[in-house]
Nanobody, 122 residues
Framework: QVQLVESGGGLAQPGGSLRLSCAASGRPFITYAMGWFRQAPGKEREFVAVISWTGEVIDYADSVRGRFTISRDNAKNTVYLQMNSLKPEDTAVYYC???????????????WGQGTQVTVSS
């Protein structure tokens, strides 16, 4: 069993920044890819960013590329999402997931956290 706990969400103004964290427990963390997805009201959960277990391979959705940065600290079993230049359209519940495969597809993820709300509004 794997537990993922996200934190760091909240309210930000347009142009502002937030840093999300996702702490994993219950399984060796180091060999798995980690991803961030988000779900806005009335929409499907969509891919945001993914990082390989070594941290050397990273990908982003086009909508966040250049503004968001994913990173991981395997010693702390934690993955981060630094979000800069936030826009109102970034408003969503953000979820982290863990996968045996490096993937941008949500169906490839085995476990999810409970989500953390990010609201971007003036």
């Amino acid at each position: 069993q794997v537990q993922l706990v996200e934190s760091g969400g909240g309210l930000a103004q347009p142009g502002g920044s937030l840093r999300l964290s996702c702490a994993a427990s219950g399984r060796p963390f180091i060999t798995y890819a980690m991803g961030w997805f988000r779900q806005a009201p009335g929409k499907e959960r969509e891919f945001v960013a993914v990082i390989s277990w070594t941290g050397e391979v990273i990908d982003y959705a086009d909508s966040v590329r250049g503004r968001f940065t994913i990173s991981r600290d395997n010693a702390k079993n934690t993955v981060y999402l630094q979000m800069n230049s936030l826009k109102p359209e970034d408003t969503a519940v953000y979820y982290c997931g863990i996968s045996e495969y490096y993937s941008t597809t949500k169906s490839r993820y085995d476990y999810w956290g409970q989500g953390t709300q990010v609201t971007v509004s003036s």
